[in-house]
C-alpha cells in the first residue's frame, strides 16, 4: 500500500525530552553546538544554560550549609548605622543566639545583618552570610565566618529557611517585609513546621500588625488565627527566648 505524500509522519527532531517540529526545528546536533566554537556566545544567557546556574547555586548551598548547627535567621535593614540602638540591639541578638546554643544567618550586609553577625562572631558562634548580587550593595560584611553569595534571590530565600530554625526580624525594608511575609506563609501554609518569628521593635512594627489586623483579618482576608504566626517585643533576652525555645520544642 502506498501512502501519499499527506500521510507522512511529520518530520521531527529530538533533542532529549525536547521534541521538535516543522519551524521550530534548529540545524545542528546537541554535540555540534557543544564542541563547535565557532558559534556566538548567547547561549551562556539563554534559560536552559540558566538552569545549570540555578542548579549549581543550590548544590554550593546545601554544601556549605549542611553541617550548620541549629541556626537563627536575623534579618534587618542594611542602612541600620552603627552605633544606633537598633544595631546594638542586633548585636545582642547575636550575641544571645550563639551563647543559647545556636549559629547565626543573616543576608551578610551591613546594617542590621552585620549587627548580627558581629555578636555572632565575637561571642565564639558560627556567623553565616548568605549575599546576594546587587548594584547597589557591598559584599560580605567582615562578621561572617561562613559566607556564600547568590545570583539568585529565590535559591537565597531557600537557604534562609532551610537551614534556620526560626526568624528575628529586625527594623527592615523592602527586602526584610519579602521574608517576613514569606516565612509566614510557609508556616500558615504548613510548609514548614514550628518556626517561630519574632519582630523586634514594637514601635516599628506596631502599624503593620494594626494594619494585619483591622485590614487583613477584620475584611476576612486572613484568619485570627494568623496573628499568632508572629511575637512582638522590644526585649532582647525575650526574643531570643521565645525563637530558640519554639525552634528546640
Known sequence: MVHSEGA???????????????????????????????GAADWVHEDPFRVLRIQSEF???????????????VFGSARTSPGSPEYEAGEAI???LVEAGFAVITGGGPGAMEA???????????SVGLGIELPFEQGINPYVNLGVDFRYF???????????????????????????FEALTLVQ???VTRFPIVLFGTAYWQGLVDWLTHTLVAQGKAGVQDLQLFHITDDVEEAIGVVTKEAGA
Open 59 to 73: 548544590v554550593e548551598g546545601f554544601g556549605a550549609l549542611a553541617e550548620l548547627p541549629p541556626a537563627i535567621s
Open 154 to 180: 529565590f535559591v537565597r530565600k531557600t537557604m534562609f529557611v532551610k537551614y534556620a530554625s526560626g526568624f528575628v526580624v529586625l527594623p527592615g525594608g523592602l527586602g526584610t517585609l519579602d521574608e517576613l
Open 116 to 126: 548580627a553577625n558581629k555578636g555572632a562572631m565575637e561571642a565564639g558562634g558560627v
Open 189 to 191: 501554609t504548613k510548609k
Open 8 to 38: 507522512r509522519a511529520p518530520r521531527e527532531q529530538r533533542r532529549g525530552p525536547v521534541v521538535r517540529r516543522q519551524s521550530q526545528m534548529q540545524a545542528g546536533t546537541t554535540d555540534q553546538h557543544l564542541l563547535d566554537t565557532r
Open 94 to 96: 547575636g550575641r544571645g
